[in-house]
């Protein structure tokens, strides 16, 4: 491959033949780098440094280093270069085969981007942006732009035409055939109906609402932020947050107000005493409020509910945390288990690895995760005592699929048919249960001279 004298104009969705582009300059990715690291098509970053090296006495780029608008974005990319920040991530140049045969454009995927298209921002939130309504030509090209503020004091609108902000006439009159209905009806928190007149049905709904609702019928437990933290200031000093959980007023409860170990964590605990027993727990973790932290602190609440001995416990919240954009690559977020050699029951030790963090180790003893390294062990050692009984019938077991292989000779398939009795009657007495809609058998007929049709 021979390098050219003067780079081909490729077309505008090809990487381009030259950049411009100074340090302090708004770019954004114009290709997919690393999705699992947030490092996206249409992502927007700053440019902080141009890491050269030389080749025959020339300066040659060979990565760019920028600093991402989102912050968990590319964490596997920094501390790439001496003397570097931590928070900046370094791409190198991309390879595209150009629409012209056998050329191809090895280059930096980022454009200048101190501006951008509404088709780009799609989805985006910002505290504050400038929008600029010249060039509207479709119905809701205006409201998606305008609508990417978080408040109006952040939108400033240049070339405002009040014209150029309007809905797609279908869309209108779609809207103007819908029948009219009662907002309470449509809010399944103010008006949860009976579901099942069993008298052993608890229904649960997990709502986020950023104010406390009164709720007729409803007794309200609640914690607030500044009560929840002891050693994070910083969030129990902000005036919102906090948890609450509406219980109907014919169901017995009591509030598990101080839990053991449990000091910078936003939860409520009830025990739910009639006409179900159960435990509830409503978690809530901020965005910026450390993993590690709450891992250990939501790890003391589980041992503290545990040893409450009430079955079942059910924990709602919302964790904040987004398990594909920050898990080490390799290593998505998992529960391992570790065998233990205590007598009695067979126990396990169980933790949570979310990206760099791990929890604190539980005790199990029962239960294996789907996906967990010892779930084709403990198949094994639960099945070992469903063997075969006749040498000419193997079975074969891996994990959970099973294989009878049975060898006929004379017509005679007495052997076979017992033992797949045999197997169907060990499952049934096991809790074992076969998915006939998945079980297949198949016939290899070895005679060279097929017996004729009867």
């Not at 977020?333 to 570790?338: E, G, I, M």
Request: glycine letters at 6%.
């Amino acid at each position: 491959m021979a390098r050219q004298a003067q780079p081909y104009k490729g077309t505008r969705n090809e990487l381009p033949d030259t950049l411009n582009v100074p340090e302090g300059a708004r770019v954004m990715l114009t290709r997919n780098i690393d999705v699992s690291q947030g490092l996206v098509n249409g992502s927007f970053a700053t440019l902080v440094r141009v890491i050269t090296s030389e080749q025959s006495g020339v300066a040659h780029v060979t990565m760019l280093g920028l600093k991402m608008d989102d912050q968990t974005a590319g964490r596997n990319y920094r501390n790439r270069a001496p003397g570097s920040p931590d928070d900046v991530v370094y791409i190198e140049r991309a390879e595209d085969n150009l629409k012209q045969k056998g050329v191809v454009r090895r280059q930096f995927p980022v454009r200048l981007a101190f501006a951008c298209t509404i088709h780009k921002v799609q989805g985006m939130t910002r505290t504050s942006a400038v929008v600029s309504l010249k060039h509207i030509f479709e119905p809701g090209m205006a409201y998606v732009a305008i609508s990417r503020v978080t408040s109006l004091s952040g939108l400033h609108i240049l070339d405002l035409d009040e014209s150029k902000i309007y809905a797609n006439p279908e869309i209108t009159g779609a809207l103007e055939t819908m029948r009219q209905v009662n907002l309470d009806d449509m809010m399944p928190l103010l008006r949860i109906k009976e579901t099942s007149s069993r008298h052993d049905t608890l229904t649960i709904v997990h709502h986020n609402t950023e104010e406390s609702l009164h709720l007729e019928g409803y007794n309200m437990f609640k914690r607030n932020r500044h009560l929840s933290y002891t050693n994070v200031p910083q969030i129990a000093n902000r005036g919102e947050g906090g948890v609450a959980v509406y219980v109907k007023s014919h169901i017995q409860v009591s509030e598990k107000q101080y839990v053991h170990n449990v000091t910078d964590l936003e939860f409520v605990a009830l025990k739910v005493e009639a006409p179900v027993r159960a435990l509830i727990a409503a978690v809530y973790r901020p965005p910026d409020y450390s993993v590690r932290s709450f891992l250990s602190n939501l790890g003391s609440l589980l041992d503290s509910l545990e040893i409450m001995d009430c079955q079942p416990i059910i924990v709602c919240g919302d964790f904040n945390e987004n398990l594909f954009s920050n898990t080490e690559e390799g290593d998505p977020p998992y529960s391992r288990f570790h065998l233990s050699t205590t007598a009695g029951p067979p126990l396990w030790k169980q933790h949570v690895k979310l990206g760099k963090h791990v929890s604190a180790s539980r005790t199990i003893s029962t239960g294996s995760p789907q996906g967990c390294v010892l779930s084709p062990l403990l198949f094994s050692l639960y099945t070992n005592s469903c063997t075969s009984s006749h040498q000419s019938v193997r079975l074969l077991k891996f994990a959970d699929d099973t294989t009878l292989i049975g060898l006929i000779s004379g017509g005679d398939e007495s052997a076979y048919r017992w033992e797949s009795d045999h197997l169907v009657s060990w499952c049934s007495q096991n809790n074992l249960e076969l998915n006939a809609l998945k079980t297949v058998e198949m016939v290899v007929d070895f005679r060279r001279n097929r017996a004729p049709p009867s």
